[in-house]
């Protein structure tokens, strides 16, 4: 990287592509996300939202485009993809939400929480365990830290995974969909974990449904549609005042 | 009849003896039986379509056979292609073959029903290669195929009494000749059953343990 460039964001996406096949998933996807702020991605089931998110921390490699994080490109060396090894440096200073939870069956709670500071990052035991005490207690989990995950709730499980993802001092988080698979009655309990987040200036960028939240606690609205960016504005400005016709269509369908 | 079992157990510590190299034979399948069966576990999930089906048409193959005949074409067939080797060597290589299938089997179907998303999380959080197969991947396969391969212990220490027709000296060869020797068949066969008993009795006993200890730590 120049040195000269002052690095503006803390993740940036350059005109993104992403094809399956014959179908075009993702084109000219470009936005970047300055420190501490949140970025909330909108848009119909099918627009590529996930697979944009996916895109971004390389658990599916884009066909163009690049991803800078802090500056530094994501998944290309001097023109050739990573080695694997190099790869995975870049991807755990990023961290990832999923929909489903995705946590690890065979461990604890505390032991999902430390995994990825011991094994990948090099912490002692004792240090990490110490930092997830403290990052369950902020989940309101403390109590559950010895309990393996199919015990746990919904909400819990998600709780926990957002523990997991803040134990490793991230640049970004990302969220993939992290309410889609709860109850109504229990996504609350994430949505305010997730804003307590974005209060206190983590960066995030969150791939959801949930319109309150977007309106509440995100900085920027990205609407998504057919693989492209259509409207990139401020929550109070999407909200109210939609730019384009395909916003507007859309807010009718998913606020109240 | 109860002099019949007095001889038998003036004889106990040669049934003792058999059932050590049973144990033996058991626990040596057992071990080597799972590393084999994971590495053709691997090729029948291979990327290449030829190799897939080559080893499941195998894998099916030696599932079809009796274990007797794969004993006898191990110790009596392959001297005549100028393959000799003594009776142990050939006992725990007919067994291992024979069960590695079977294990193979078990986990190939863990690896499949393994979800994708799980490999996802772990590279998502700075796993890969190795570190990712020994951390995420393996204590999964573990969890889901280890109480299948408990019971499938049982099968094999019974199958370790077919080795006596060529001549191993496990329980139910000792038992045999016991016999043959006093003229004791009913105390004698009765004894070494008593014995698989105990030990089928003690592997469930420690399935289970693993069945409890997998539950715990099952996905969703």
Redesign the interface.
Known sequence: MPPDTAVRYALEARRLGKRFGSHQVLSEVSFGVPPGKTFCILGPSGSGKSTLLRCL?F?ETPDEGEVLLDGERVGFRNGAYMK??E???L??R???V?Q?F??????TVLGNVI??PV???GRSRDQATADAQVLLSKVGLAEKQNV???TLSGGQKQRVAIA?ALA?NPKVLLFDEPTSSLDPEIVGEVLLVMRQLASEGMTMIVVTHEMGFAREAADTTIFMDAGKIVEVSTPDEFFVQPRTERARQFLQRYVR | MTNDFLTVFRHFDQFLGGLWNTLWLAGATLVFASILGCGIAALMLARQRSIRKLVAFLVDGMRCIPFLLLAYLVYYGLPELGLQFDSWTCGVSALVLYHSAYVAEIVRGAWTSL?R??I??????????Y?LFR??IL??LF?ASAPVVGNQTVQIVKDTAFLMIITVPELTFVASSIQATYFVPFASFMVAMLLYWVVTLVIEAGVRRVEVSAS?????
Do not use: C, D, T
């Open positions: 921390n658990l694997e090894r790869l995975s440096l991807r755990v990023m961290a990832m999923f489903h995705n946590l690890w069956p065979h461990l995994e990825s094994y990948v990052l393996y995950p199919h997991r490793i | 979800a998303e799980q996802n999380a772990g590279k998502a959080f700075g796993f890969h290669g570190k951390r995420i204590p999964q969890f715990l730590r099952r996905a969703a």
